[in-house]
């Protein structure tokens, strides 16, 4: 039988099952940014644990709210700041070189198929559009990743979509994205692999499947 994208990249990064159903995963790539990425360096410099993994495989951005609105912002974008440069994180984008990180992470090329991904953002499932296995995570799970360079995750369940045919004109990638959800419910995909695939994912631009992805977490 044949297996889905999602069990390949599993069987490809595991590490170890330490229980039925868990998954220890070897990651690719930690995406950072200002606004979760703070509260797990605090813990972690607070154990005595500032360090990361691989400083080439974590990237960096500050995208929500630029420039800062006020001194709490402004604080959580230093602490960022200071933790790339000790750390000497190079893929670290700042006030002036940055952008949404959906966006600018795949632009510079960090993301690619096979990869997995974990960001404290839940919509880090934007980069499956890449052929990648991405989620979004917990401070937890965020700290052990930056610090081990692995992630847990239950068995892959996975739902495959099949988009037929042709979008007429005027329907565009997030008018498909909501129809499905409107189809499954808010809970239909909880704890799934969501695949998309036929002629009219084919037509899609990047950006359209992005779109698509963007939205899976909804």
Not at 47 to 64: L, P, S
Not at 123 to 128: D, K, Q, R, S
Request: aromatic share 8%; charged share 25%; glycine share 10%.
């Amino acid at each position: 039988m044949g297996k889905t994208i999602a069990q390949k990249i599993f069987e490809s990064h595991m590490v170890e099952k330490p229980f039925e159903g868990t998954n220890i995963l070897k990651l690719d790539r930690v995406f950072c940014h200002e606004i979760t990425t703070p509260i797990a360096i605090n813990d972690l410099v607070e154990r005595g644990k500032d360090r990361v993994f691989d400083a080439t495989k974590i990237k960096a951005v500050i995208d929500h709210v630029t420039p800062a609105k006020d001194s709490k912002c402004a604080m959580q974008e230093k602490i960022l700041r200071e933790w790339a440069n000790r750390n000497d994180i190079k893929d670290f984008f700042d006030i002036g070189a940055n952008g949404v990180c959906h966006a600018i992470f795949p632009e510079k090329g960090f993301v690619r198929p096979g990869f997995t991904v974990i960001m404290g953002d839940s919509h880090t499932c934007t980069h499956g559009a890449f052929g990648a296995f991405a989620a979004g995570v917990g401070t937890t799970d965020l700290e052990v990743g930056i610090l081990k360079g692995v992630c847990s995750f239950r068995e892959p369940k996975a739902i495959k979509f099949v988009l037929n045919g042709k979008l007429k004109e005027g329907v565009y990638a997030k008018d498909v994205i909501l129809f499905l959800i409107g189809q499954i419910g808010v809970n239909g995909a909880t704890n799934c692999v969501t695949e998309f695939t036929g002629p009219v994912v084919d037509a899609m631009s990047m950006e359209e499947r992005m779109t698509i992805c963007n939205m899976a977490v909804e």
